[in-house]
Each structure stands twice: as C-alpha cells, then as structure tokens.
C-alpha cells in the first residue's frame, strides 16, 4: 500500500513537471542585475532573449517554439532565462545598447559570471534553438568566444574557418566577417579553394560585391554546379548584384554601378535580365521613383514578365515613397499585371490603394471589392478593404 501511495506521489509530481513545461520556458520576472547574482548562486549559464511587441518572429518563436517540450525542458534545465523588450524605453531598451542588440529576435548566452559567450537570432525550429544554446558552451562555435581568441591573436587555418561560420549570423555594422573569412580563404591553396568543404563555405557567406569570397564565387559559378542546383546559384548572384545596385544608387556612387555592369557582361550568365535588374535596385536605391517604376515597367514587359516577387517590391515601394503622379500610375499598371500572375487579398489591395493616389476611384472600389470576395474565400480579414471601400465610397 505504501509502495503504491509514492508511485502515485511520482505520478503526480511527473504531471506537474510536464505541466510547467508545456506552459513554455521559465523567464524571470526580477531585473538583470538579479538574474545575474541568481545564476552565479545556482553556478547557472544565463540566456538573454531579446524582443519587441511588433515582431512577428518574435511572437512565433514565442508560440511555437518556446512551448516546445524538448526546447522547454533543455532551456529550463540550462539556463535562468531572462527576456527583454527592447523597445521599453527602459532595462530591455538599455541593455539593447549595451549589447549591441540591432535586430529581432536576438538570443545572447552567458556564462554563469556574466561573460558574454555566444549570440544568435531569427526565427528557427526548435532542434536549431536547442542547438544555439549547445553552441554557447563548444569554444569552436561560441561567437565571442572566438572573438576573444581572434582578438588575442589566433589565425591558424582552423580557427579562422570556425570564426567566419559563427560570424555569419552576427548581423551587425562592425561586423569583422569580411576580414575574417578573407584572411581564411588567403590560407588556401589554389586546389583547396576548389573543394567541396570551401565551395560550400563560399557559398553561404553573404558579403559585399568586392569581398574575396564574393568575387570568387561570381568568377567561378560553374565550379558550384556539382553542389548547388542551377536556380540557387542564380538566385545568390541575382541577389549580390541586386545588394550592391542599391547600395550603388543609395550612395550616388556611379563608378560602382560602372563597376557592376562590367561584372555582370564578363561573369553572369542571365545578362540582359540581370542588367534590367541593377538599374531598378540603382535607381530604388536612389530614391528617383519614376525612373524606378519605368525601369520596372520596361522589366515586366520583357524578361521579369513571369517575376511576380520583383514587380510587386516596386508597386509596394512606390505606394509608400513616390510622389509623383505618373510613378504611381506605372506602380498600378505593374500591380495590375502582378495581380494577373497571384491574385490575392493584399495584392488586390495594393493595387486599390496605387488607384486610389492616382485618382482613379471606381477603379479602386471595384479592385478592393474583389480583395473582400478572395478574402472570404481564403478566410482573411477583410476590414482594411473594407475601410478603404466605405472612404471612396463617402467622396
């Protein structure tokens, strides 16, 4: 009978411990400095989650894997976790500061001292969250870790390829990426650039135009081919020339597009449609609205006809900057043809509101009305369509 009464005790327990987890990880409630004198009491690591109310990753990290059973369990078990809002005007928002924190959402892992380890962020599953916080504690992946190592000095071949890879994710201005994964790639032979283990490598970095690893891989796509398949290795050098257009017209600096153009001509395959490409980034870049509305009208006519996701960017940049008039009729006449290649509820309803700062007004009515009927379909809230359809409707 007494045997049963503790198994049932067990039980109980059991249940409750399952309880608590399933209602997600445990974040303390006092402030950092508490959190800190905790962790170094209970010889505890710390994990500092750092969020704003606005987003949207945040929240679904928060719903779907902060309650993670697995995530719940590891994270309770580790750590004493702590969250920030950084946008509180308060703790979160100085210790966004202090830590450099410039995006959403950031996870920072410390030691039970309070030395800063490791940092990671976005959205991920729950094994890769569960593996951040591994991260923190193995001295070939831990961020700081590594800076700390790198600042003393280290430089072997080694190192150097484990500092770039924990720096891939390190998303900041001072970011030392660039001169990392450089000094890496200058310890490999001509041969050795041209393995399997550094063509990945190369491949992932996302750097600017003139970084080695950038220029090596617009140089050398085929060398990519065994590894990648055709439409990713068009897709990273569509995106490298798209970045650095912007950044060329957001600089004024022509010599850069000059510079863009001829790499394009001698290095990418897709030329004319990539060329069409770099002068609507140059010119969106420049903040010259009609020219970036024509450039992207000349595009839809032709070769981006099919490319839905570039058109729909520029209506979308063109109904929230341009002013003048005949920008915004082109940014219609480019949401109109999106809407003929996916038509949704908030394509439907960009293309209602560029009708309606054109002035075309039953135009308008009749694009937001059908936005509400493909939104009762989908199941989609329907008031903002709504709300702009009872405005028109009241001039």
């Not at 928060?62 to 703790?91: C, L, W």
């Not at 839905?308 to 949401?335: D, N, P, R, S």
């Amino acid at each position: 009978m007494k045997a049963q009464y503790y198994l049932l005790l067990f039980f109980i327990f059991l249940a409750l411990v399952c309880k608590g987890q399933s209602n997600g990880i445990t974040f303390e409630t006092a402030n950092w400095e508490s959190v800190l004198q905790k962790a170094k009491q209970e010889r505890k690591p710390v994990f500092l989650y750092a969020y704003t109310p606005s987003c949207g990753s945040c929240r679904q990290m928060e719903k779907e894997v902060f309650t993670n059973p697995e995530a719940v369990s590891y994270y309770n078990y580790t750590f004493v976790n702590y969250k920030i809002n950084i946008e509180d005007g308060s703790e979160g928002e100085a210790l966004a500061a202090k830590y450099a924190i410039v995006g959403f959402p950031t996870y920072l892992f410390f030691d039970k001292n309070g030395t800063l380890l490791h940092q990671s962020g976005s959205a991920k599953s729950a094994p890769d969250f569960i593996l951040d916080g591994k991260n923190a504690f193995n001295p070939r992946t831990a961020l700081f870790t590594l800076k700390r190592k790198y600042d003393k000095g280290g430089r072997s071949a080694r190192f150097l390829y484990d500092y770039s890879q924990a720096l891939s994710t390190f998303h900041q201005a001072d970011s030392p990426e660039e001169v990392v994964v450089a000094q890496y790639l200058k310890t490999q032979s001509t041969r050795q650039l041209s393995s399997e283990k550094n063509l990945r490598f190369i491949f992932t970095r996302y750097l600017d135009l003139n970084a080695s690893a950038t220029q090596y891989f617009l140089l050398n796509q085929q060398k990519f081919l065994p590894y990648f398949p055709d439409d990713e290795i068009a897709q990273k050098a569509q995106q490298i020339i798209r970045r650095a257009a912007h950044k060329a017209g957001h600089e004024n600096d022509t010599l850069l597009f000059k510079n863009i153009q001829g790499l394009i001509s001698s290095a990418i395959y897709d030329t004319s449609r990539l060329s069409s490409l770099a002068k609507i980034y140059f010119f969106g870049g420049q903040g010259n609205w009609p020219k970036y509305a024509a450039e992207t009208w000349a595009y839809a006519k032709g070769e981006g006809g099919a490319d839905w996701i570039t058109l729909h960017e520029t209506a979308a940049y063109l109904h929230h900057f341009a002013k003048e008039k005949e920008a915004l009729q082109v940014g219609a006449a480019i949401m109109a043809r999106v809407v003929d290649l996916e038509k949704s509820y908030d394509n439907l309803l960009l293309l209602a509101r560029l009708l309606t700062k054109t002035g075309k007004n039953a135009a308008a009515i009749e694009a937001a009305g059908e936005a509400i009927t493909v939104a009762k379909l989908t199941g989609e809230d329907t008031r903002d369509a709504e709300k702009l359809v009872s405005r028109l409707n009241e001039k």
